[in-house]
């Protein structure tokens, strides 16, 4: 562990001077640095996240960087110093001072002269890079895939520096706007009111620290027994209004029959497939998202981690159920893509925090497990996971073989079985794997996916989803989308590796952003001159692993204790982002008695990651999560 010492400039603060502190990361193969203000004895590992400034007087977030194969070998003593230092860290300035010496005796001892010059190549430039930003960096939650580091969306990864706007934030304590409104829904028309407004999250002595915005609908003339669903998507940084506005609210965005791109301006609708009939519905925006920010002098970025996401969540249903009086209705949770991730945690930590159980869990396109879909060194796993998709990806595109067009189940089974079995395999055994065998196998896949075998072979066999997205199709000029890989669009960077953008988000923020923006003001009569964030920019994320995330002992631990709770898991085909296998191969992993995972049932539908959007797929929805509670409440 190295120290080095600076002075950081912020306009308009005090001059704070800070120590910086690398280290090796063994179990990520990588750098850490963290940065903490001088004049504390506090560990940078006490309040992780922070930022370095005039109020703050700790910051820890992680710089990481994989180093090269030459620096990976085991050094014990290394790794059992940093060890001691995160367990011990606690004790401030002087027990540092007198260990960080030590370490690096033990790097020079198990490094030879040239690596070690490398190595402080690599220091250095963490120590001036973070002095440059004077702050700290972001961390990873793991290791990225190829994927993900090649193509960021840029709503995602843009520094969100207007979370607070504290003078514009609704006071939550204000009464919420009641309209009437009526949906036909078959032959029947049903009256119901929708109620939009603020609700506070408040700190232990009873004051808010955040404003979280909600829309409800409430099917006029029920009462407690009525079933009612808490509705939320994921991102992390995403806001309700994808499944609001794009299929189970009672109006929802037009966009074209095949979820393609209408030209603007776009229209609301009626939606005729609403699951208003069977349930009332709670849409909630958390922090930092839609119009949900954290009160004056609060600081956002504490709602930004996975455990703080779950609490922060689980407290708004909690006051929502309370005040609203519908502890006594059947309760269900619909989560999409990371809010899976986070519907898995509700789950449990209401159960263990406040005594409410469930009936019921709507998983919606999402995982579970990282572990699932982001590749790494030593974890091939996600390559065949997202092998069916690719196969379903191209018999839509008409890639495939003869006999594998024929028929789609029969092209996705025998896609299945290659990928849990031979490729899988073949990937396990890495380099060992002879070269007759690999092009046995590279010939194999160029029958389940549409590319050629020399592409695969250019990529030793593993083939990421932008590879894929990128390559299907380039001699049209065409890519493919990632939440909907039959969606296709024309990249204009033709040179690149991998597309530019998602044509298939595109075609659903453009109408979904615009809708809800009138909807909520023309029809809902709720004023706030924020700007609504669809998706906001809530980086870093802290998990707390240091691998990959899961909530999926969540999720077995309370299914287990509620052996009444009904998992719905509901994938798309088509899904480049997450495919259908990440949540089959979680559940299969979930260790629980086989009694309690019979309330476990899949439904795949034709299209991709917002299935609702694909019409046929949005009406079979309705039916499936009629029949769901129906079987569940």
Same mark, same amino acid.
């Given at each position: ?28 193969? =990588? ?19 922070m930022s370095l400034s005039e109020s703050d007087c700790i910051c820890s977030r992680y710089f990481e960087r994989s180093l090269p194969r030459v620096f990976l070998e085991p050094v014990d003593a290394f790794f059992l110093a940093l060890q001691a230092f995160e367990t011990e860290g606690n004790r401030g300035n002087d027990w540092i001072s007198e260990t960080h010496s030590k370490i690096l005796l033990e790097i020079e001892r198990y490094f030879? $002269? /040239? ?8 220091? +250095? ?27 960021? #969306? ?23 706007? &009641?309209? *009437?409104?009526? %949906? ?16 506070? @999250? +408040? ?34 940084? =995403?806001? /309700?209004?994808? +499944? ?63 455990? !703080? ?8 249903? %909690? ?9 006594? *209705? ?13 519907? =898995? ?12 159980? +469930? ?26 996971i997202f092998l069916p998709t690719l196969t379903a990806v191209a018999h839509f595109h008409n890639r495939l073989p003869t006999d594998l067009q024929q028929n789609l189940q029969d092209a996705m089974r025998e896609s299945r079985k ?87 988000? $595109? ?5 979904? /952003?615009?809708? $809800? ?52 898991? &509901? ?11 990440? &949540? ?9 008695? !086989?009694?309690?995972? /019979? #309330? ?9 990651? $917002? &299935? ?5 797929? @949005? ?12 079987? *569940?409440?």
């Amino acid at each position: 562990m190295r120290k080095a010492s600076a002075e950081p400039a912020f306009a308009g603060a005090k001059e704070v001077g800070y120590t910086t502190l690398i280290g090796w990361r063994p179990d990520l193969a =990588a750098f850490s640095v963290h940065s903490r203000c001088e004049g504390t004895s506090k560990s940078p590992m006490t309040q992780p996240g922070m930022s370095l400034s005039e109020s703050d007087c700790i910051c820890s977030r992680y710089f990481e960087r994989s180093l090269p194969r030459v620096f990976l070998e085991p050094v014990d003593a290394f790794f059992l110093a940093l060890q001691a230092f995160e367990t011990e860290g606690n004790r401030g300035n002087d027990w540092i001072s007198e260990t960080h010496s030590k370490i690096l005796l033990e790097i020079e001892r198990y490094f030879p $002269m /040239a690596r070690l010059i490398a190595l402080t190549k690599i220091l +250095l430039f963490c120590v001036v890079a973070i002095g440059s930003q004077h702050a700290c960096f972001a961390a990873a939650e793991t290791k990225e895939s190829s994927d993900t580091k090649k193509e960021k #969306n840029p709503a995602a990864s843009k520094a969100s520096e207007d979370h607070t706007q504290p003078a514009t934030v609704p006071d939550a304590s204000d009464k919420p706007v &009641m309209t *009437s409104h009526s %949906v036909t829904v078959g032959k029947t028309k049903l009256s119901y009111t929708t109620e939009t407004g603020m609700l506070p @999250l +408040l700190k232990n002595d009873g004051t808010a620290k955040a404003s979280m915005f909600y829309i409800a609908y409430t099917l006029d003339g029920g009462d407690s027994s009525r079933p009612i669903i808490y509705c939320f998507n994921g991102g992390p940084g =995403a806001s /309700a209004v994808w +499944l609001h506005l794009g299929g189970l609210g009672p109006k929802r965005a037009q966009v074209n029959p095949d979820a393609t791109l209408p030209p603007p301006p776009y229209e609301l609708v009626t939606n005729e497939h609403t699951i208003l009939p069977y349930a009332d519905l709670v849409f909630i925006d958390p922090v930092a998202t839609g119009y949900s920010r954290p009160t004056k002098d609060e600081k956002a970025e504490q709602f930004f981690g996975k455990r !703080p996401d779950i609490e922060a969540m689980s407290d708004f249903i %909690v006051l929502y159920t309370t005040r609203h009086h519908r502890w006594g *209705s059947p309760k269900y949770l619909c989560g999409e893509s990371y809010g899976v991730f986070r519907a =898995a945690g509700i789950a449990e930590y209401l159960q263990d925090q406040h005594g409410m159980f +469930l009936n019921g869990l709507l998983l919606v396109s999402g995982l579970v497990d990282f572990g699932t879909i982001r590749t790494g060194s030593t974890n091939d796993l996600p390559y065949s996971i997202f092998l069916p998709t690719l196969t379903a990806v191209a018999h839509f595109h008409n890639r495939l073989p003869t006999d594998l067009q024929q028929n789609l189940q029969d092209a996705m089974r025998e896609s299945r079985k290659f990928a849990s079995g031979e490729y899988l395999a073949a990937l396990f055994a890495g380099d060992r794997l002879e070269d007759g065998k690999r092009k046995q196998i590279a010939s194999k896949l160029s029958r389940l996916t549409g590319l050629s075998a020399d592409i695969i072979l250019e990529n030793r066999l593993r083939i990421s989803p932008s590879t894929f997205r990128k390559k299907l199709l380039s001699e049209e000029g065409l890519i493919c989308g990632r939440y909907d890989g039959r969606i296709t669009g024309r990249d204009g960077d033709q040179s690149s590796s991998y597309p530019t953008f998602d044509p298939s988000y $595109m075609a659903a923020l453009g109408p979904l /952003a615009a809708t $809800m923006n009138a909807y909520v003001r023309e029809e809902l009569a709720f004023e706030n001159d924020l700007p609504y964030k669809a998706l906001a920019g809530v980086r870093p994320w802290k998990f707390e692993e240091n691998t990959y995330s899961s909530t999926a002992a969540d999720l077995g631990s309370a299914m287990s204790k509620n052996p009444h709770l009904k998992v719905l898991v &509901m994938t798309g085909q088509c899904d480049l982002a997450v495919p259908p296998d990440a &949540m089959r191969f979680s559940i299969d992993h979930l260790e629980i008695d !086989p009694a309690i995972k /019979a #309330n476990v049932s899949f439904v795949e539908y034709t299209s991709g990651h $917002m &299935m609702y959007l694909n019409l046929p797929d @949005l009406k079979k929805l309705g039916q499936d999560v009629s029949e769901f509670i129906n079987a *569940s409440k």
